[in-house]
């Protein structure tokens, strides 16, 4: 179907806002993505893209047929989980994300099991600490880790992840342990900062209720393991799911602070759209998650 496999390379085309981008997505390279939206436009008779040497814009026509195009991929990919039910044999890409730490330590080792059970299901698993966007990245579920926005997707509730504030045996040694919550904005935290970040704020649970501390630390970072391999550094006090630190703690690497007063628990999630809900290879390996994982965050 090289219409409508051009189609999708033109809608990933227009989300990621780049030629190369859309290709990789679709695991095709510049060249012969560049060469199926020729083709699409061609088959129009109609340019869809103004082309210059650093940006790619979507004409009036390309935005017309953008929201048209969309609504036929959604019909096909509905219309092939109807007929994946119905042979009994679920098929096609999956498209998961997941926190880099989390998704590395634990979704990533679950998949190969799955994929032996389902071999026709291919997984796109995108690990990033980001919050993510399913529409814009067309994800058909998401792991998340943290509070979630108000939203129309559905969602299936992994655990409440217990967290704790760590830091280096050696950095503890230098500037002291921390005594109480107040005492955390004399040390370098290290935050998990973003656009749209959701931990600007470090909520600790104390007798009175939770306490909401604005922190500062003189560097931060994207990623979580990035926050850890600092930790180890002893280059301050960091705020993690406690599973994730668990082999550190163990070793001696990290200790535990304020442990009378951790941090909130964090809720651990499984998203997908609604209307994915009849798809089986989303039903089947959301579950096949699920009973992994719950057993291992008791």
């Known amino acids: 179907m090289p219409y409508v496999e051009s189609i999708k390379v033109f809608v990933r085309v227009?989300?990621?806002?780049?030629?190369?981008?859309?290709?990789?997505?679709?695991?095709?390279t510049p060249a012969v993505a560049s060469n199926r939206i020729k083709e699409l436009e061609k088959r129009l008779g109609l340019r869809l893209f103004d082309r210059t040497?650093?940006?790619?814009?979507?004409?009036?026509?390309?935005e017309l047929f953008y929201d048209h195009a969309c609504k036929v991929i959604a019909a096909l990919d509905d219309a092939e989980a109807v007929l994946a039910?119905?042979?009994?044999?679920?098929?096609?890409?999956?498209?998961?994300?997941?926190?880099?730490?989390?998704?590395?330590?634990?979704?990533?080792?679950?998949?190969?099991?799955?994929?032996?059970?389902h071999p026709e299901v291919q997984v796109q698993l995108r690990l990033t600490d980001r919050r993510i966007d399913m529409l814009d990245d067309r994800l058909d579920a998401a792991f998340v880790l943290g509070e979630l926005p108000d939203s129309n997707f559905k969602q299936r509730k992994i655990a409440d992840c217990p967290r704790m504030l760590a830091a280096a045996p050696g950095y503890l040694a230098k500037h002291g342990t921390p005594k109480t919550p107040e005492d955390l904005s004399k040390h370098n935290c290290l935050l998990l900062r973003f656009p749209r970040s959701p931990e600007y704020f470090w909520t600790l649970q104390t007798d009175s209720g939770p306490k909401k501390l604005n922190l500062r630390g003189r560097f931060d970072a994207d990623t979580g393991d990035v926050l850890t391999a600092w930790a180890l550094a002893e280059q301050g006090i960091i705020n993690k799911p406690r599973i994730e630190l668990e082999?550190?703690?163990?070793?001696?690497?990290?200790?535990?602070?304020l442990p009378d007063t951790p941090p909130m628990p964090t809720p651990f999630v499984c998203l997908y759209p609604h209307r994915k809900l009849q798809d089986p290879k989303i039903s089947l390996f959301i579950d096949h998650m699920l009973d992994a994982l719950k057993p291992q965050l008791k």
Not at 14 to 28: A, K, N, P, Q, Y
Not at 86 to 115: D, E, K, N, T, Y
């Open 53 to 62: 040497t650093r940006k790619l814009r979507t004409t009036e026509a390309g």
């Open 85 to 117: 039910g119905f042979s009994g044999q679920p098929r096609g890409v999956l498209r998961v994300s997941a926190p880099l730490g989390l998704g590395q330590r634990m979704i990533a080792p679950l998949v190969p099991a799955f994929s032996d059970e």
């Open 247 to 257: 082999a550190h703690l163990q070793s001696g690497a990290l200790v535990e602070v």
């Open 14 to 28: 227009v989300e990621l806002g780049s030629i190369t981008s859309g290709g990789r997505d679709l695991r095709l």
